[in-house]
């Protein structure tokens, strides 16, 4: 999985995932989101247009990763799911626990 | 082509499919054969239904519960996904048990059975399905076919498997040198014809059935695919090297002494029950 970090403003930060996001892949996904987040960006989106599948250990990454920025008044926003990923999110019920532009 | 206009994206056919029944043959049969899979299954499910609905076929999917101490069986009961059946066993009796019991129990045309794991991508089905429409009768994934992109593959299963395709194939004689990927696709009469007389429930059915269609006169031919290992697979590879080996003599005896001339187990029907109990 490739994952591109763009920052549209000073505030904004989204990370854009391609490929596929598995196990494999968490250890990567958490340092980028730490780093963000240990530079004082707590609103981070995440775009999953071209992701293709997520497994369960990816979908406990996002879910850690939106409640530590939650807890520091931010958020992580799931951008434009794949279908695919948005059929799994639906099937894991996890839907509502994130918002979703 | 149905009545979805072709604009429309694989989640609407997705959400055809998973709310209302198909009423004719199934195209395409996806059997996942899932023990202690609560970890993985949903993902899986959702990966596959979504690719396998946006091709715009009649297709059922069938979740072989293999005794499942875990919640597994009760995650896919509680998806009330309408073309999704699952098979229950009140015992663990391993792998081939579960793939023949679903196999067996599929109506499609075509019958895949692809692991838990979606190690194999299902967006891989399309490459099988060109064989089968060329004239093949089992269509076999393969990791070691020239072409094929393995990630993430572990030293032990590198060794483990390169020795398995030496032996099958130098010894064995079956032309196929990946027996083991778990992703296979099977017309309907080759399906019907090798999980009939299949009889090794654990790890080396698939070499069973492809020594069996050798012997069956069926057209098998290997695909090379894309093949992702997925961390947490129960295959430990010293085990079941002992056990290959043991099995590759069992298939040899059971040959020999006429075991594969019949069936050796009776057709299943399943129209009706989604859950379907079965002993």
Redesign the interface.
């Known amino acids: 999985m490739d994952i591109n970090t763009i920052h549209p403003t000073d505030t904004e930060v989204e990370l854009v995932l391609h490929g ?1 996001f ?3 892949e968490t250890e990567a996904f958490r340092a980028e989101v730490d780093t963000e987040m240990a530079s004082g960006h707590h609103h981070l989106r995440v775009n999953l247009a071209a992701v ?6 990816a ?1 406990a990454e996002l879910v850690r990763g939106m409640k530590r920025c939650r807890e520091l008044g931010g958020d992580l926003i799931l951008v434009q799911p794949s ?2 990923v ?3 999110l ?3 019920k996890l839907m509502s626990a994130f918002e979703i532009v | 082509m149905t009545d979805l206009a072709a604009n429309n994206s694989s989640l609407d056919y997705y959400r055809r499919w998973a709310t209302t029944p198909i009423t004719e043959r199934p195209r395409i049969s996806v059997v996942i054969p899932a023990y202690n899979e609560e970890w993985r299954i949903l993902p899986t499910i959702g990966a596959i239904a979504t690719h396998i609905s946006s091709l715009d076929v009649p297709w059922e999917l069938i979740v072989a519960d293999d005794g499942s101490t875990d919640s597994t069986a009760e995650l896919v009961e509680e998806l009330d996904l309408v073309n999704l059946k699952l098979l229950t066993t009140p015992t663990n009796g391993g792998k081939g048990s579960a793939v023949r019991r679903g196999v067996l129990a599929a109506q499609g045309e075509l019958v895949l059975f692809a692991d838990a794991d979606q190690s194999t991508p299902i967006e891989q089905i399309e490459s099988l399905i060109a064989r089968i429409d060329e004239g093949d009768d089992v269509v076999v994934a393969s990791r070691a076919a020239e072409g094929a992109d393995v990630a993430n593959k572990s030293l032990s299963r590198k060794v483990f498997s390169a020795g398995l395709s030496m032996i099958v194939r130098g010894i064995f004689r079956i032309p196929v040198a990946d027996t083991q990927c778990g992703f296979k696709l099977f017309t309907a009469e080759a399906a019907d014809l090798l999980f009939r007389r299949q009889l090794i429930d654990e790890f080396s059915f698939d070499l069973e059935v492809l020594y069996l269609a050798g012997k069956l006169d069926l057209k098998t031919s290997e695909v090379p695919v894309t093949w992702i290992d997925a961390p947490g697979s129960k295959v430990d590879a010293a085990k079941v090297a002992v056990e290959f080996l043991r099995d590759l003599a069992i298939i040899r005896w059971n040959d020999a002494r006429g075991r594969y001339d019949g069936v050796n187990h009776p057709a299943v029907a399943i129209t009706g029950p989604r859950v379907v109990p079965q002993r």
């Not at chain 1, 293709?52 to 250990?57: I, P």
């Open positions: 596929r598995d196990a494999h293709e599948f997520v497994d369960s250990s979908l279908d695919p948005r059929v799994i639906e099937l894991t």
